[in-house]
């Protein structure tokens, strides 16, 4: 396996921005190379251990799902791939840390709002249910359990934060609010279309799609477009269909195995309180994270 890629160091281009994982460099005025570098972030806070390989896969298995639900397949809507090789844009040098794990993309106006889609009641989800029955102010009926399959796919859009800050969620009257209701009912509409297309595909293949969160954003013309990435490990909660049980925790193909090992690590004799910086993730629980997200992609693409 090839050295796992932190930070990337491309110097041949603007850097526009750092994320929890990509690293977003101007191609000129109209393009972004995206690079998925192999860091891992849970309750958004970046890891200082990268996961070797994670940046790669995580880029297979978007552009499989882009060529699965986009213009190529379903249609279901617009996607910010531009076709083009993101190695051409790149000195030879640098290639290397761009080949495998990049994407060259339009550039686009981000929406300020992740589109979260939820068909099972888990994580926060079932945290929140047990203090109020409801999920992002969502009213569920009585009587769930966790990892229950929720008796309708429910919208819970989440404002972005910056970074290092914490997501947090609000209701679809607060997504009007900031992008107007043309634009937050389609982006609900199309959100729920893609889950339900992509929930259908991975359950035959073995894996139940929990929920996901999209990304959009509008091009010159005002285009609704998803971007970033969609339905990998790192933005969806994923579960082995042979062994979900309902009412435990099923094993995660995501990185909700670092999530329960954060869970219960003690910083100075005390639980980690989920801000930098992150404790020092043991080798065992980065080989153990790369293995499911490995299979992860193994199932999907089989």
């Known amino acids: ?26 191609v000129g005025d109209d393009r972004i190379l995206m690079v998925a570098s192999d860091r891992l972030s849970a ?62 993309v339009k550039r686009l106006k981000p929406l300020p709002v992740e589109a979260v889609v939820r068909g099972y009641l888990a994580g926060s989800g079932w945290k929140e249910y047990q203090q109020s029955q409801s999920v992002c102010g969502v009213k569920l009926p009585a009587g769930l359990k966790n990892a229950s399959k929720l008796p309708m796919l429910i919208y819970t859009p989440a404002a972005k934060a910056a970074a290092g800050d914490h997501d947090e969620n609000i209701t679809f009257e607060q997504t009007v609010a900031v992008i107007g ?70 094993p995660s193909y995501d990185k909700q195995f670092v999530r329960d090992w954060l869970e219960q690590v003690q910083v100075d004799g005390k639980p980690w309180n989920k801000t930098p910086p992150a404790p020092r993730v043991p080798n065992e629980v980065i080989a153990k994270t790369a293995a499911k997200y490995q299979e992860a992609m193994a199932r999907l693409m089989a």
């Not at 281009?13 to 750092?18: D, E, G, P, S």
């Not at 995580?58 to 996607?79: E, Q, R, S, V």
Request: hydrophobic share 45%; with cysteine.
């Open 43 to 104: 309750f958004d806070v970046i890891m200082g251990e990268p996961i070797p390989g994670k940046g790669a896969l995580l880029t297979k298995m978007a552009l499989f799902w882009f060529d699965k639900l986009g213009p190529n397949g379903l249609a279901i809507c617009p996607i910010h791939l531009t076709g083009e090789a993101p190695e051409s844009v790149v000195t030879p040098a640098e290639v290397p840390q761009v080949v495998g794990r990049s994407m060259l």
């Open 1 to 26: 396996m090839t050295a796992a890629l932190h930070t990337s160091t491309l110097t041949s281009l603007l850097l526009l921005a750092r994320g929890k994982v990509r690293d977003n460099y101007a």
């Open 181 to 250: 209701l043309d634009l937050a009912t389609r982006m609900r509409d199309i959100s729920i279309r893609l889950y339900q297309a992509a929930a259908e595909m991975a359950l035959k293949k073995g894996i139940i799609i929990a929920d996901t969160k999209f990304e959009f954003g509008l091009d010159a013309d005002g285009t609704l477009t998803l971007m970033d990435e969609v339905l990998t490990p790192d933005s969806s909660r994923f579960w082995p269909a042979e062994s979900y049980q309902e009412g435990i925790n099923p």
